[in-house]
């Protein structure tokens, strides 16, 4: 079966960066978008940042500049380089396959997520 496994989150001061990762198996998912999505507590979960297998990528506005997604199709892996951390990034993310990338729609496979707390 289809399992995303997430890591990287941690405890991180404003200013600093972090990496997540998510490594899919059972699956190769071939010309098919992953993304990343964030919940922070008591509010919806909001689209992040997307990439296209060919390697183009989406950004929420919030996080363009200072957050760059990346794959390695090879290795069915999605990461996302998050730098210049603010505390309003704290958050639970979530990697998504099958994201509709210009409307941020998710698609229907998610990772178990993984925690991100940025400190003021």
């Known amino acids: 079966q289809v399992q995303l496994v997430e890591s990287g989150g941690g405890l991180v001061q404003a200013g600093g960066s972090l990496r997540l990762s998510c490594a899919a198996s059972g699956r190769t998912f071939t010309n098919v978008p992953m993304g990343w999505f964030r919940q922070a507590p008591g509010k919806e979960r909001e689209f992040v940042a997307a990439?296209?297998?060919?390697?183009?990528?989406y950004y929420a506005n919030s996080v363009k500049g200072r957050f760059t997604i990346s794959r390695d199709n090879a290795e069915n892996t999605v990461y996302l380089q998050m730098s210049s951390l603010k505390p309003e990034d704290t958050a639970v993310y979530y990697c998504?396959?099958?994201?509709?990338?210009?409307?941020?729609?998710?698609?229907?496979?998610w990772g178990q997520g993984t925690q991100v707390t940025v400190s003021s």
């Open positions: 998504n396959i099958g994201v509709q990338v210009h409307v941020g729609v998710p698609g229907s496979y």
């Open positions: 990439i296209r297998w060919s390697g183009t990528t």
